[in-house]
């Protein structure tokens, strides 16, 4: 089984740095994804970390930890537009586990 | 386009009465899969399949059925639908004969069981 925990919200202020954190334990673990979901719409892919460290993408980056089962989302400079649900998902490899998301934060951006 | 299709996008039914969710993707993708999301519970898997004519049980696979006979299409059938499946629903898709990759997402199907 999966055991995948994530603030369930957190509130910032636009233009400021958040950092959202993702601890799990897996059977199995390959890497790890962080979707972003905006209200009432589909998740959409954000990172997938393989290697330990942290990877940069524009105002995005992903960090992961394999042997302390830990990432974090970190996102800079924030805009009004990423008031959203961050979804941490750790890829166990396979069988019947399949792809477990955690559930999520919700991110609040305030002016 | 590469896109995932769902339909419908909304439906209100009555309990009992079988329904169908289509899921078309255009990406020639091996992995497809069905979430269901409610609130406080997060994103739960329902039914994968890794290629045509392969399905395995989710987390969540009671109440449900699929069929998995062209890799495009990948429908989720509900047999006798109950209150409890009212819920958002996600069907996705992704490359190679594992999950292993970005999933791609269709916009949802929000469905009300009365």
């Known amino acids: 089984g999966q055991n995948i925990d994530q603030p369930t919200e957190m509130t910032a202020t636009e233009g400021a740095i958040v950092q959202i954190n993702c601890t799990y334990q897996?059977?199995?673990?390959?890497?790890l994804f962080w979707y972003q979901q905006h209200a009432g719409e589909a998740p959409t892919f954000l990172s997938y970390?393989?290697?330990?460290g942290l990877e940069e993408k524009g105002r995005f980056s992903s960090f992961l930890s394999r042997s302390k089962g830990y990432s974090y989302l970190l996102l800079k400079e924030l805009q009004m537009k990423d008031s959203a649900s961050y979804l941490c998902?750790?890829?166990?490899?396979?069988?019947?586990?399949?792809?477990?998301f955690g559930k999520g934060t919700h991110l609040i951006i305030q002016p | 386009e590469a896109q995932v299709t769902q339909n419908p996008r909304y439906l209100i039914t009555v309990t009992g009465k079988k329904l169908t969710v289509t899921c078309s993707q255009n990406?020639?993708?091996?992995?497809m899969s069905w979430y269901r999301q409610d609130p406080g519970l997060g994103l739960r898997q329902i039914y994968y399949?890794?290629?045509?004519?392969?399905?395995d049980k989710g987390d969540v696979p009671e109440g449900y059925k699929v069929s998995r006979k062209e890799k495009r299409n990948f429908p989720l059938i509900l047999e006798s639908p109950s209150p409890n499946q009212t819920s958002l629903y996600f069907c996705?898709?992704?490359?190679?004969?594992?999950?292993?990759?970005?999933?791609?997402f269709g916009e949802g199907s929000r469905l009300t069981v009365l």
């Open positions: 996705a898709s992704s490359f190679g004969d594992r999950y292993t990759g970005e999933l791609f």
């Open positions: 897996t059977s199995g673990f390959n890497g």
């Open positions: 970390n393989v290697l330990d």
């Open positions: 998902a750790p890829d166990s490899g396979g069988g019947a586990d399949g792809l477990t």
């Open positions: 990406m020639n993708h091996e992995y």
């Open positions: 399949s890794m290629n045509v004519e392969v399905t």
